[in-house]
């Protein structure tokens, strides 16, 4: 009688243990690792290589923890699909000369939000 009822306990955590295996790292957002952020030339360079559109906020880091965002990030700026946006420093939101680094929030239709880039400011 308990070998019976330890059957179905094995069999669904047998399921539940290969699924987790095979599913496993496999990306859930084609976007993730496609939108990177860098600092050259006074500038962020955002470029997007997925096939969304990527709404992005870029804000100083130390302002980042006394600020509220928009949480409409429709309203953020937007890099295309296979773009590319430059923003200069100054129009970083809380930038000032000689801050070390900046935060790239960014938000798309599929995916949500998402872990903001840090970006270290030269």
Same mark, same amino acid.
């Given at each position: 009688?308990?070998?019976?009822?330890?059957?179905?306990?094995?069999?669904?955590?047998?399921?539940?243990?290969?699924?987790?295996?095979?599913?496993?790292?496999?990306?859930?957002?084609?976007?993730?690792?496609?939108?990177?952020?860098?600092?050259?030339?006074?500038?962020?360079?955002?470029?997007?290589?997925?096939?969304?559109?990527?709404?992005?906020? #870029? %804000?100083?880091?130390?302002?980042? $923890? *006394? /600020?509220?965002?928009?949480?409409?990030?429709?309203?953020? &700026? #937007? %890099?295309?699909?296979?773009?590319? $946006? *430059? /923003?200069?420093?100054?129009?970083?939101?809380?930038?000032? &000369?000689?801050?070390?680094?900046?935060?790239?929030?960014?938000?798309?239709?599929?995916?949500?939000?998402?872990?903001?880039?840090?970006?270290?400011?030269?």
């Amino acid at each position: 009688m308990v070998k019976l009822l330890l059957m179905p306990v094995l069999l669904l955590a047998t399921t539940t243990l290969s699924l987790g295996a095979c599913c496993c790292g496999v990306p859930t957002d084609p976007a993730e690792g496609k939108f990177t952020a860098e600092a050259a030339g006074g500038e962020l360079i955002l470029r997007n290589q997925s096939e969304q559109t990527i709404h992005y906020f #870029a %804000v100083e880091e130390e302002t980042a $923890a *006394r /600020v509220d965002l928009d949480f409409e990030p429709r309203n953020w &700026p #937007a %890099v295309p699909p296979a773009g590319e $946006a *430059r /923003v200069q420093y100054a129009a970083i939101a809380g930038y000032v &000369p000689g801050a070390q680094r900046a935060l790239v929030h960014w938000w798309s239709e599929q995916g949500g939000y998402r872990t903001p880039l840090e970006v270290e400011l030269r």
